[in-house]
């Protein structure tokens, strides 16, 4: 038997791919009636319409985004901004964000700043593709230079978490501050002494306002802070701060961890020296992380609310007005406790968790 007869078949590959030209040509319309009729112009009659989307149909015609994006100086692309610093919660709800840009008619498209770099090294690949908006993360470098480019191209900015003063930009931002100054608040209603606070690196933002938000709970309830650590926004970084705090002399009986990573490898930490949780040391953490509901950490936490917060994003960036009467906005939204069994909370809390 020849070789031959045993190989697949290739599969057939079309001849051209179909244009309007040769639309126009079989449905006997010039180009301009054809490109009306897909866009569903009411100029063009209903019987048109039909026959030129049943040719179109027919030929297997797909329309060009890239072309229709040059001539409407718009993409139907949503730009998504971050950063290689960026911890893993927004990658977690990346996917969700783009099924929410979907069902606005548009498409996500994802753009990463390099460890040192700035948005202006982002700015060039924007603008070519005509994005229709860009969302920004808080911990992604910008400059005004940046903003000022895609304000030129009309490439309205939102941005999460962060407030850039200096900026036309809208903001979109969770209310770190009151959720944290509320978990001081219920720390010390639930009768704990020693509280501690684990902060991440302190040039993020967003973590100086959840600490500032902690220090404001802890002060109106005329507290000092037991002891405050510093380390890496990481599960090694909470691991390394649990493996400190429960080495001291007198260990702390609370603690805030800046971020839910960090509060996983601070539980592991205190699994591995002994310790309970939380009988011996409460951890309350903050995102929502999805690991948090694993049996392994049942974590309280806050929960960012990142649908409505990716929705206002979405909702600012389309109503975008690029006249001059353009007023940035800022939106707070609260964030919401998350309790599970990782703290010991004030007995109305718990009953109102089991409700």
Known sequence: MSDTSTR?????????????????????????????????????????????????MSLGYMPNAIARGLSTSRSGIIGFVTSEAEHYYYQEHLQHLGRLASQRGKQLMLFQIAAGGDMSDVVPALV????????????????????????????????????????????????????TRDAAQLLIEAGHEHIAYVAGRSSNPVGQIREDGFMSGLAAAKRKMHVRLEEAFSFEG??????????????????????????????????????KVPEDISVIGFDDSKMGAWSSFKLTTYAQPIDQMFNRALDLILSYDHTSNYVPETIYIRAQLMVRESARLPKRIAAKSNA
């Open 128 to 179: 070519q593709y005509r994005l229709d908006g860009c969302i920004l993360i808080a911990t992604a470098p910008v400059s005004n230079a940046a903003i000022e480019t895609c304000s030129r191209y009309r490439i309205p900015i939102v941005v999460l978490n962060r407030i850039l003063a200096e900026a036309a930009v809208s903001s979109v931002l969770c209310d770190h501050f009151t959720a």
């Open 238 to 275: 909470g691991f390394e701060a649990g493996r400190k705090l429960l080495s001291m002399k007198v260990p702390p009986d609370a603690v805030f961890v800046a971020n839910d990573l960090m509060a996983f490898g601070l539980i592991e930490a205190a699994r591995e020296m002994g310790a």
């Open 8 to 56: 697949k078949k290739r599969p057939k590959v079309a001849d051209a791919i179909p244009t309007t030209a040769e639309i126009s040509r079989i449905a006997g319309v010039s180009k301009s009636t054809v490109s009306r009729a897909l866009k569903k112009d009411p100029s063009i009659s209903a019987e048109t319409s039909r026959r030129i989307f049943s040719i179109a």
